[in-house]
């Protein structure tokens, strides 16, 4: 076991990176969890509307994520190399493409948004519930589509310091952000402190307020320590990113960008096909997939920790000390799933009751929340496994094993279970996450191989 546990110095040096990240994507889940559950207080279709915006929202977001990511696999071994230069042009780069990206996800949601969550709507339901839900959402996506670009923006800042190792001041962005969120939301959504009820709008108005503070406070922060953080000197003097650069960002990073958006946009295609068991497997799922968002931050983060750790010991060539401290973060990430497994058991029968919803909703995302508890380990390991391909550049072996298996086998699966099986929606989902198995051994034998050790920067 001894290769598999690291000493008191390992783990202090790995959770001063993960913790961080754990506080402020547990704090930011745990405020979303708040949203939900205020306007899961206010009705089934406001609910329902929101979750289905959210679930455009979600292909969004993690396609930037996989934008700043495609190009933070360089800003870490820059930064393991000590080369400001690289990891100011990489900044640039991620400037320029995330603001492209925004533009063209801003123009998409509010010409087709209606389309797009329409799609949810086409189950077993009442047309006005329906018809309900879809007013709801559009209501909440127009609102949201404002915040897009502040967020975009405090995803580059926060994603190049993390890479350089500084976790502390995205984490306190997040939390005034937070803060700002959820005292908003409680005013505008309810309509307290002579603040006029405004329900769903209310929640978009909030989240959007809480997006401008968290940029503006982390862009403050780094600008006001440019003397310590040097890449940020002169960043904007010149958009111009190094073609060199450019084309190895492109060749190592696209395949992550696309994956980033194809899994997003695949988890969406699984979301729709269990949707078409109508409009309380839609509110059942969006109570699950809340609270598993809460405790999911554990693994989660545990792999946004590996990435940067593993990342840095590649660009520094410390070959054989990267493949160890991988190791003992992988075991340490699939241990620490213990806990989430446990918070869900003893949750699943309880955070269902917290909303204004039927007996039938309650039941089912209960049932919901145990099969996640269930399979919570096997995805911690996937997650850490993904985190380790991808910090030696492997991108093009991320793509297959990450969205090349969801879209290759768990959509097709989902297609025909929803469609043409009869089962009921229980055991479509069950045997949809089971199929994660297999990827887990696909997983194990990239990582033994060691196909990721790899220094892109040198």
């Not at 993960?18 to 306007?39: E, K, R, W, Y």
């Not at 396609?63 to 042009?89: L, P, T, Y």
């Not at 709801?136 to 975009?152: D, N, Q, T, V």
Request: hydrophobic fraction near 50%; proline fraction near 2%; charge should be positive.
């Amino acid at each position: 076991m001894g290769k598999y546990i690291g000493d008191k110095k390992f783990y202090k040096m790995a959770l001063s990176i993960a913790a961080p990240i754990m506080i402020q994507n547990g704090i930011t889940n745990f405020v979303s969890m708040l949203d939900n559950i205020m306007i899961g207080r206010v009705g089934t279709e406001q609910m329902s509307g929101v979750a289905v915006a959210n679930q455009l929202l979600f292909v969004f977001n993690i396609s930037m994520f996989g934008m700043v990511s495609g190009a933070g696999i360089f800003g870490a071994q820059f930064f393991g190399s000590r080369n400001m230069e690289g990891v100011r042009d990489t900044f640039r780069f991620k400037v320029v493409s995330m603001t492209l990206m925004t533009l063209l996800g801003i123009a998409l949601l509010f010409f087709r948004g209606d389309f797009l969550i329409s799609l949810y709507l086409q189950g077993k339901s009442d047309m006005g519930s329906a018809a309900a839900t879809l007013a709801y959402g559009i209501s909440y996506l127009r609102i949201m589509l404002i915040g897009m670009l502040p967020y975009a923006f405090a995803q580059i800042y926060a994603s190049t310091l993390r890479e350089m190792g500084e976790t502390m001041a995205p984490m306190r962005a997040g939390m005034a952000a937070v803060c700002v969120n959820m005292v908003l939301n409680y005013i505008l959504i309810f309509g307290k402190l002579g603040a006029p009820r405004l329900g769903v709008a209310g929640a978009a108005i909030a989240t959007v307020v809480s997006r401008f503070v968290e940029c503006g406070c982390i862009a403050l922060w780094t600008h006001r320590r440019s003397e310590q953080l040097c890449f940020i000197k002169g960043a904007y003097r010149s958009l111009r990113v190094p073609g060199g650069l450019t084309r190895r960002i492109l060749v190592k990073g696209s395949p992550l960008m696309v994956n980033e958006f194809l899994w997003s946009l695949g988890m969406a295609t699984l979301t729709q096909c269990y949707s078409l068991y109508g409009l309380t497997v839609v509110a059942g799922l969006n109570i699950a997939t809340t609270l598993s968002n809460v405790t999911n931050v554990v693994w989660l983060s545990m792999g946004n920790a590996l990435s940067i750790i593993v990342g840095q010991l590649l660009g520094a060539g410390k070959m054989e000390e990267a493949k160890d401290t991988d190791r003992k973060l992988i075991f340490f990430a699939v241990t620490s799933c213990l806990f989430v497994v446990a918070a869900l058991l003893l949750l699943a029968p309880v955070f269902p009751q917290i909303y204004n919803t039927s007996g039938e909703v309650r039941t089912l995302a209960m049932r919901l929340i145990l099969v996640t508890a269930c399979f919570a380990p096997v995805q911690a390991f996937l997650n850490a496994a993904y985190f380790t391909l991808r910090s030696g550049g492997k991108t093009g072996i991320t793509f297959f094993f990450d969205s090349g298996f969801m879209w290759l086998c768990s959509i097709p699966a989902a297609f025909v279970l929803s469609r043409y099986s009869g089962f009921p929606i229980l055991a479509t989902y069950i045997l949809c996450q089971a199929l994660e198995i297999l990827k887990c051994v696909l997983g194990f034998v990239l990582v033994k191989k060691g196909v990721w050790l790899n220094n892109i920067v040198a």
